[in-house]
């Protein structure tokens, strides 16, 4: 099993109460930590505004972090979990990416989706396009995008998007392009795009959610002619590790009173606090308990959130020393 973490960039509340001139330290080594230790890739979240709810918290933004890891780092794959395709005009996000992927050396991921935090959306005067149209520029956006990094132009009359003959250069250093990541468990359409495009998704890490979209993406793969085995499957965790249950616990304790600090209400608290418990909680041997049923049924690429990193360490290390050796 392959292993990607998080860096904290303030989307989740988790940079509150360190100096905004200090961010880019913490975030910076945070990074270099994971290119020194067992991590395969780290990622951040491609948002604006805080969540649970909206707040005036900092929240940086994902493709500048892009390029900045990519400068001081060496090893680690660089992703986002994932890009909102309507929030650039893909060609211009191709662009992007590509000078990032040089700048990184070729370790760029394009963590692409179609999109879905409202509040920001309208916030930034982006509208709020319904999900059919949304899933359409997902899908033309990432046409554009493989066809500029495979040759360098793009050209595309569609609904959604229109270039004509658009130069991305330099490419990416990556033969054959950036990897897509297509990220979302929509069952209709999403995972049909996955099928289409993706190298990697990223979609439900619950045992009996993982194993019915996998089941849906291999339909969809078969529809259109594409092979399920080539596709790695990963999910997302929030992870809570203690040495004891109790210690996992308390962990959880200073994330609620965080949330509590930053306004967050009681109804928006308790969703919270269920998707830490219900995610990836507990022991190191609970942990790897749960991973290896998960790679069993195909998973084998997981990308852990740590709430508490930004402050404390130290179940980031009992995470490296007792879970990733077992099932590396």
Request: glycine residues 12%.
């Amino acid at each position: 099993m392959r292993f990607g973490m998080f860096v904290p960039q303030g989307w989740r509340l988790d940079l509150v109460g360190i100096d905004p001139a200090e961010h880019w330290a913490t975030m910076k080594g945070l990074a270099q930590h994971a290119d020194s230790g067992p991590w395969e890739s780290i990622w951040v979240y491609d948002h604006f505004h805080t969540v649970p709810v909206p707040t005036d918290e900092a929240t940086h933004e994902a493709w500048t972090l892009m390029s900045a890891f990519g400068a001081v780092t060496d090893r680690v794959r660089l992703g986002q979990m994932c890009s909102c395709m309507s929030y650039r005009n893909p060609v211009y996000l191709a662009k992007v990416a590509a000078t990032c992927d040089v700048i990184s050396g070729g370790r760029i991921e394009m963590g692409i989706g179609a999109g879905w935090y409202e509040h920001e959306w309208r916030a930034y005067g982006y509208g709020f396009p319904g999900a059919g149209e949304r899933l359409r520029m997902l899908d033309e956006g990432v046409q554009i995008m493989q066809q500029a990094w495979t040759t360098g132009k793009a050209t595309l009359d569609g609904r959604q998007y229109q270039v004509d003959g658009a130069i991305v250069r330099p490419l990416p250093l990556q033969e054959g392009g950036i990897p897509t990541w297509i990220a979302g468990g929509g069952e209709k359409v999403t995972l049909r795009i996955a099928a289409k495009y993706a190298k990697y998704t990223n979609f439900d890490g619950s045992l009996e959610g993982f194993t019915h979209k996998s089941r849906l993406l291999e339909d969809h793969c078969t529809d259109v002619g594409t092979d399920f085995g080539a596709i790695t499957r990963s999910s997302n965790y929030n992870v809570m590790i203690g040495a004891t249950e109790a210690e996992a616990q308390q962990r959880l304790d200073r994330v609620i009173d965080r949330f509590k600090g930053a306004g967050v209400g009681d109804k928006q608290l308790e969703r919270y606090i269920g998707m830490y418990r219900n995610s990836a909680f507990g022991t190191p041997e609970q942990l790897v308990e749960q991973f290896r049923a998960m790679k069993d049924a195909g998973m084998t690429y997981a990308i852990c959130y740590f709430p508490d990193i930004a402050y404390d360490r130290s179940g980031l290390e009992l995470f490296e020393r007792e879970v990733i050796p077992a099932l590396a």
